[in-house]
Structures are given as C-alpha cells and as structure tokens.
C-alpha cells in the first residue's frame, strides 16, 4: 500500500495533467477512512495536495472539506494537520462553494479547542485563511466577518508565529487592493491599524516587509490615517530602517510610504521628514546600481521637492543637501530611468527655479549652473522620445538658463 502511495507522488510531483489521477481519489479515501495510520494518511493527502495543486478535479472537489473536518477532528499530529490544512489551502484558491466558507470556520474552531498545538500548524492555518478571506473579499463579502475573530486574535507583533503574522498582513494588504472600503471594515474588527507600526519595530524582514507595504496602501488610499501611523512613531521607526541597512525589498517599501507621506503638498510630516534628514537617504539611493530600487527613490526625491513647492526654507535646505546632483545625473542616464522619471525631474527643477526667481539666496539656479544644465538641456531637446508639455517645460528653462536672459522679460511661470 504504502509503495503504491509513494509511487504515485512521484508520478503526481513529474506531471503537468492531473486528471487522470482522479480515479484514485475514491480509493484512496477509503484507504484512509478505515485506517488509524497516521502516516498512510499523512502521504494520502500529500497525493491530493500535489494534485490540488495543479488542478481541483471532481472527486477532490466533491470531498476535500469533509476529509479535511474528519482529519482535523481526530488527530493532534502536527505534519498531519500542517498537510491537511495544505489541502484545504489550495482548495479554497480553486473552489467557489459558498458552503465552504462555513465547513473552514469548523477548521478553525476544531483547531482552537485543541489543547496544545504547534505554531507550525498555526502558521499554517493563517496561510490557507489568506486564500479563504482574500477570495471571500473578491466575490462573497457578506462572509469576511466571520473570520475577524480569528485575525484578531492570531495578528499579533509579540507573537513569534512568524509565518502566520506575514500571511495575515499579505491578506490584509489583498483585501485592500480590491476595496479600500475594507480598511475601515477590518480595522473596526481586528484592530490592525495599531499593530501596524509594532510589526515595523521588530525588524524581522517577513514581518516589516508587509506590513510597510499594507502602511503605504493605506496612506496612499487616503491620508485619513496618515496622523493614526504618526502618533504610533512611523516617521522615526522609518528613520531606524534606513539607519539598520535592511534588504532593498524593505527600503524599497521604505521610499514608497516616505513617497506617500509627502502628499499633499505642505504638510507637517513632510517638513518633519527633510528637517530630519530623509533627503540624504533618498539622494544616496539614486545611485544604487539596482535601477528599480534607484528609481524609486527619484520618485520620492523629487515628490519631496514638489511637496515644499512654496517653502522655500525647504527648498533651500535640500539644494543645501544636495538634491541638484542626483536631478542631473537622472537626466544625463535617462537611459537607466523612465520618461516619468524625467518629467518629475524637470518638474522639480521648475519648481526650485521658480522660487528661486523669487529668492535668488535658495541658490538653484547657481546650483543647476555648475553642473552644466544648458548642455543637458540642449540633449533634452535632441530626444525625439520626449514630446508634448514635456517638450514645452524643457524649452522654459533653456530660456531660463540662457547667457542672455532678460530678467523683467521672461518670468519663469506655466
């Protein structure tokens, strides 16, 4: 019995059509239904985890649920039950019963009631709940606050089930691509919101790296929240990042809720963020060889730069900084970068010129000057890919940057 079973793995593991393993399932339900086994069960439902994961056929269909509420129900076995709950995992990514909603909740409760339980087992539970909550998300709504209690309980900064907070938090973060009404939803519940930053400060990159990304979403939805993550220490936790040398996954995911925190324009947390020092990181990131990375702390750089459009203390702290370099050498490697790189480039350095036409002591101009940008502006109009208003902001600041410019004559303005 137990060759046949390993032979089939095998054979199930090697192929890219599963169909014609259906006609085992039958069987080896029986198997396992009339067995006290623990290991015949263990590699039976392998089998039906390696098909389950290429395709639900009818019997699996038809009997995961129920097999999986049977397991579940008799035995404490940890690899069972971290297989089983394999299953129920993938099933749930190919099933659309609206049933099983209500037979994944028993799951949840037969587990719970067990008396000592391996955080594996747990970890695993969370991930097979992301596949349950994120499809109920999508297409059956009416069912997600049936799991709350259960995210609630088990999405926790202290907890060491790692495995389970980074699928919590991925869930979270998938519910909110579909709806963002779902962040109020959730949070009412489960009070994730508070937790949010706490899973920043414990540096573990399975837990930081989701949770930055579900912060940035939320920010960028709507900046409702924003002041709820300020009070909770995100600005100086962001700082603690960049300062620890984290992986560029988690810098990246960094730059993108620093991006988000500089909208709207003006605000205090954008002030904060420069009189701190951010402008340093952002303009040593720009020359990481790693493109993507780079480009997106040009995005943040030059939304930064746009955000302080009429501070001009700001302003003229970051030319202080720095920022006229990177701007330059985004533009002389367009190559590298995007053509939105290049226009919120251009952007930025009309923003800094026009106030620099009011107060010539912010000193972009002299700034731009060394760094020869009439040459670059010049290669800028050779470029037959950039068109339109592009086209037009670049032909603005050649006058602007013209030997013989005429003060009272040409204001810099669109």
């Given at each position: 019995?137990y060759?046949?079973?390993l032979t089939l793995e095998e054979?199930?593991?090697?192929?890219?059509e599963v169909?014609?393993?259906?006609?085992?399932?039958e069987?080896?339900?029986?198997?396992?239904?009339n067995s006290k086994?623990i290991?015949?069960?263990y590699h039976?439902?392998?089998?039906f985890?390696l098909?389950?994961?290429?395709?639900l056929v009818p019997?699996?269909?038809?009997?995961?649920?129920?097999?999986?509420q049977?397991i579940?129900s008799?035995?404490?076995?940890s690899d069972?039950?971290?297989?089983?709950?394999r299953?129920?995992g993938?099933y749930f990514?190919?099933?659309?019963?609206?049933?099983?909603?209500?037979?994944?909740l028993?799951?949840i409760?037969?587990i719970e009631n067990?008396?000592?339980?391996d955080k594996?087992v747990?970890?695993?539970?969370?991930?097979?709940?992301?596949?349950?909550?994120?499809?109920?998300a999508k297409?059956?709504?009416?069912?997600?606050?049936?799991?709350?209690?259960?995210?609630?309980?088990?999405?926790d900064?202290?907890?060491?089930?790692i495995?389970g907070?980074n699928?919590?938090l991925i869930?979270?973060?998938q519910?909110?691509?579909?709806k963002v009404?779902?962040?109020?939803?959730?949070d009412?519940s489960?009070?994730?919101?508070?937790?949010?930053?706490?899973?920043?400060k414990?540096?573990?990159e399975?837990?930081v790296?989701p949770?930055?990304h579900?912060?940035?979403?939320?920010?960028?939805?709507s900046?409702?929240y924003?002041e709820?993550?300020v009070?909770?220490g995100?600005?100086?936790?962001?700082?603690?990042?960049?300062e620890s040398l984290?992986?560029d996954t988690?810098?990246?995911?960094?730059?993108w809720v620093?991006?988000?925190?500089?909208?709207p324009e003006?605000?205090p947390h954008?002030i904060?963020?420069?009189?701190k020092g951010?402008?340093?990181?952002?303009?040593?990131?720009?020359?990481?060889q790693?493109?993507?990375?780079a480009?997106?702390?040009v995005w943040?750089?030059?939304t930064a730069i746009?955000?302080c459009?009429?501070r001009?203390d700001?302003l003229?702290?970051?030319i202080?900084?720095?920022v006229?370099q990177?701007?330059?050498?985004?533009?002389?490697?367009?190559?590298?970068?995007?053509s939105?790189?290049v226009?919120?480039?251009i952007?930025?350095?009309?923003c800094?010129?026009?106030?620099?036409?009011?107060s010539?002591?912010i000193?972009?101009?002299?700034?731009?000057?060394?760094l020869?940008?009439s040459?670059i502006?010049?290669?800028l109009?050779?470029?037959?890919?950039i068109?339109?208003f592009?086209r037009?902001?670049?032909?603005?600041?050649?006058g602007?940057?013209?030997p013989d410019?005429i003060?009272?004559?040409?204001?810099?303005?669109l």
């Open positions: 019995m060759n046949i079973i054979i199930i593991e090697a192929s890219s169909d014609e393993f259906d006609i085992f399932i069987v080896l339900i029986k198997w396992i239904t086994d290991m015949l069960k039976v439902i392998t089998v985890v098909i389950a994961q290429k395709k019997h699996l269909k038809n009997t995961t649920m129920n097999i999986a049977s579940i008799q035995t404490n076995h069972l039950l971290d297989r089983t709950l299953l129920v993938f990514e190919r099933s659309n019963d609206i049933e099983d909603y209500n037979k994944f028993e799951i409760h037969l067990k008396k000592r339980i594996n747990l970890g695993t539970v969370c991930w097979a709940l992301f596949f349950v909550v994120t499809r109920a297409q059956n709504p009416t069912f997600l606050q049936s799991f709350f209690p259960y995210i609630a309980s088990n999405l900064p202290s907890d060491d089930n495995e907070n699928c919590l869930c979270i973060s519910c909110i691509e579909y009404d779902y962040i109020m939803l959730f009412q489960t009070h994730f919101l508070s937790k949010l930053v706490l899973f920043l414990t540096g573990v399975k837990l790296l949770a930055l579900v912060i940035g979403q939320i920010i960028g939805c900046d409702n924003t709820v993550f009070n909770d995100l600005i100086d936790t962001l700082f603690s990042i960049f984290p992986p988690i810098l990246s995911e960094a730059m620093l991006r988000n925190l500089f909208i003006g605000n954008a904060y963020l420069i009189e951010v402008i340093q990181y952002l303009i040593r990131y720009i020359y990481r790693n493109i993507q990375f480009r997106n702390a943040a750089l030059t746009l955000s459009k009429l001009q700001m003229q702290k970051m202080s900084n720095g006229v990177p701007i330059i050498y985004v533009l002389k490697n367009r190559s590298l970068f995007t939105d790189d226009l919120n480039c952007d930025s350095i009309l800094l010129m026009i106030q620099d036409n009011v010539p002591q000193g972009s101009r002299n700034a731009f000057e060394e020869n940008i040459d502006l010049e290669e109009t050779d470029d037959k890919t068109q339109g592009t037009l902001k670049i032909e603005l600041l050649k602007y940057f013209s410019r003060e009272e004559e040409m204001p810099l303005s």
